[in-house]
């Protein structure tokens, strides 16, 4: 029987229908294999994977694989995005057993959950010298059959490997000026100068790596690390990981000159993505930046918001083609023949030059990727007549059949992109950007962190899930809150991010400062989760660390801020050696360099000196704004900073020293490096 008819994952959802006898992650689907004597089969995924649906409708939907299957195993299907605890320690092992991961992730199990064999997509005969999945399965119930011995203890040595990778926060301490300065000189030589970003293909958007660069050049001046970021961020927006109709970004180029994407489009790059180029903008002016951020940020609202308030997990790379194919792409891909059709022959030859759409095609099957080819700005191919083929390429566009979305909301993303959508309005004056950060936000509170302020990992249509927040969650969501509170002057929000930080402090901070992934009450796995690295977000360690820090800037809370050190010992160590997957870890120790600073405005939301201190450059700067006997209730910044002369007034304060009051909004700015 399959049992997934009933939950709330969009991805197990998709497979309910399956012959396969799927069980949800649970200890009774473990139970169950310890009663027939049978292994388990873990299959992890994500409902935008492409090949994840592959390899379910390969073998997945196949009757005589599921057959097989059902009677030699105890099937478990987890999504990864639901339960990133499972995810993080199965595939820690595969990684160490095969030497790389991805998904689908196959993972062969014990009844008492220890791993035993792997490996990500298998497909339903030999190819490429891979086994079938067939073949796979044989072999497993042959190992398991003739030799319990040997697999046994294969499983208990892997368990017992996993168990001794505890990490401490690192010895060296907090990183310094010399650490920084290593780590930049190390992006630099992982520096790609001819197409922007970092190493070859397939190529991410390096979202935290350009917020430590941006933060860097705030606090140093070093040109470099701005100019590795500004074009980088150019280079993305002008190539096909970039929508160029409709705005926002997919997953990953599968080139490293940005040409053609992995399709799928998912909240967190665009989160991350949205509040880099809105930095980018803050720290040069640029049009081009200012564009992205904005386009991004309507592409979430216009597409991956729920009628609840919050914001979808993904857009699928799939979509079905004009002859009713399931392909990947078929959404975004344009061929000369139906840019004709949609444009008539002058105005698509005009397209097909700016857009670099060819005869032979970028993609598959004659069809390109839409990039903006030409050198440059609109501007230089005639921004009006750019303008209006974009216009009518998106109304084109629009009656296609459009992919699938993943409507789950999941609440570090969610934290992600309400400082994205915080800042963003507040920088360019879009306060409906901001009021939609702010139903995100409330959100959260109402459905995710119910009554008692610790978060669940996900919610669908308004009902909470069964998964608890792991420390991404945590440390994201209060991020997110943070940068509400200074943009919105609402104390409130600051008040909820201290109580997700105190059950940081509580529950996920071990001895000498290290963190763990999961709460100390949390479901006990082989080994307990935890990776001060970056991911396609930033890791829960930093992205705690770099709250923690801003929430003792607002509040002065020594017991904080000893947190947020002890944390970033492991950038101390890390980031010389790996900048490019500590980039958030960086960005948070940049921050820590210079103070950060404290901010108090004592006047009114969106007047000049807020405006002024939310556009200061300073790495990290917290800012608390409002006016009034009350004001300093809900930001402790605010006590004791009255209005000089009857006007709103500025207070800049670092490393426990203040400067002069000031009533200047440039003045204010020229103290934050604005």
């Not at 308030?309 to 792409?329: I, K, N, P, T, Y």
């Not at 009006?384 to 459009?402: N, Q, T, W």
């Not at 909820?496 to 290290?514: M, N, P, S, Y």
């Not at 660390?545 to 017991?559: K, N």
Request: net charge negative; proline share 5%; with cysteine.
């Amino acid at each position: 029987m399959n049992r997934l008819a009933g939950v709330t994952s969009p991805y197990l959802l998709q497979h309910a229908e399956n012959p396969v006898d799927w069980w949800p992650w649970s200890p009774e689907a473990f139970e169950e294999a310890r009663r027939r004597g049978v292994p388990v089969l873990l299959s992890v995924g994500y409902a935008s994977c492409h090949w994840c649906h592959v390899m379910a409708h390969e073998s997945f939907e196949d009757t005589a694989t599921a057959d097989y299957l059902n009677a030699h195993f105890v099937p478990v299907k987890v999504d990864r995005e639901e339960r990133p605890d499972v995810d993080a320690v199965y595939m820690e092992a595969v990684q160490a057993a095969t030497g790389q991961g991805g998904w689908p992730m196959t993972v062969f199990l014990t009844a008492d959950a220890e791993p035993f064999y792997f490996g990500t997509y298998f497909p339903p005969e030999p190819r490429h010298g891979m086994p079938s999945f067939r073949q796979v399965l044989e072999g497993v119930v042959a190992a398991w059959s003739d030799r319990r011995d040997e697999v046994a203890e294969v499983a208990g040595r892997i368990v017992r490997d996993l168990a001794g990778r505890s990490l401490t926060a690192g010895e060296g301490g907090l990183p310094g000026e010399v650490e920084l300065a290593q780590a930049l000189l190390r992006l630099t030589r992982d520096y790609d100068e001819k197409h922007g970003g970092f190493g070859g293909a397939p190529k991410f958007p390096p979202s935290m790596v350009i917020e430590f660069l941006l933060r860097h050049h705030a606090r140093t001046g070093a040109e470099g690390a701005l100019q590795m970021a500004a074009d980088s961020c150019a280079a993305m927006a002008r190539g096909g990981i970039y929508d160029q109709l409709g705005g926002g970004f997919a997953r990953y180029s599968v080139d490293r000159e940005w040409v053609v994407p992995h399709f799928e489009k998912m909240l967190y790059d665009n989160a991350l993505l949205c509040r880099v180029y809105a930095h980018l903008w803050r720290a040069t002016g640029s049009d081009l930046a200012r564009r992205v951020a904005l386009e991004t940020a309507d592409f979430m609202v216009r597409e991956l918001r729920t009628t609840e308030g919050g914001f979808a997990s993904a857009l699928d790379a799939d979509s079905e083609d004009a002859q009713g194919r399931h392909v990947e792409g078929a959404f975004y891909v344009w061929t000369p023949a139906q840019l004709r059709e949609v444009l008539g022959e002058e105005d698509a030859a005009f397209a097909a030059e700016y857009f670099g759409v060819t005869e032979e095609g970028t993609f598959e099957e004659g069809s390109s990727v839409l990039r903006a080819a030409w050198p440059g700005d609109a501007e230089e191919a005639g921004a009006a007549r750019v303008a209006d083929v974009r216009a009518r390429l998106l109304a084109a566009r629009e009656l296609r059949v459009r992919p699938e979305r993943d409507d789950k909301i999941v609440a570090a993303w969610n934290g992600l992109a309400i400082a994205a959508l915080a800042e963003t309005g507040a920088y360019f004056d879009r306060p409906d950007l901001v009021e939609r950060a702010t139903e995100a936000a409330d959100l959260l509170v109402r459905v995710h962190m119910g009554d008692v302020a610790r978060l669940c990992r996900t919610s669908r249509d308004g009902r909470a899930g069964d998964n608890a927040g792991v420390l991404e969650d945590y440390g994201d969501v209060a991020e997110g809150f943070l940068a509400l509170a200074s943009v919105t002057g609402e104390g409130a929000w600051l008040e909820f991010a201290g109580f997700l930080l105190d059950i940081v402090l509580e529950r996920f901070t071990g001895e000498g400062g290290q963190l763990f992934d999961t709460a100390d009450d949390a479901e006990r796995l082989i080994r307990r989760p935890q990776d001060p690295t970056d991911s396609a977000t930033p890791a829960g360690w930093t992205a705690a660390a770099g709250a923690l820090l801003s929430y003792a800037a607002h509040t002065g809370s020594e017991a904080h801020r000893t947190a947020a050190e002890g944390a970033l010992g492991i950038v101390g160590a890390l980031g010389p050696k790996a900048p490019r997957f500590i980039g958030w870890g960086l960005a948070v120790a940049e921050a820590l360099l210079d103070g950060p600073r404290e901010v108090a405005v004592a006047g009114p939301v969106s007047g000049e000196l807020h405006r002024a201190a939310l556009l200061g450059r300073a790495p990290g700067a917290v800012v608390a704004v409002g006016e009034g006997p009350d004001a300093g209730t809900e930001f402790p910044l605010l006590v004791d900073r009255p209005l000089m002369g009857g006007v709103p007034t500025a207070y800049v304060c670092r490393h426990f020293v203040c400067d002069a009051p000031t009533t200047d909004a440039g003045e204010l700015a020229g103290k934050l490096g604005g």
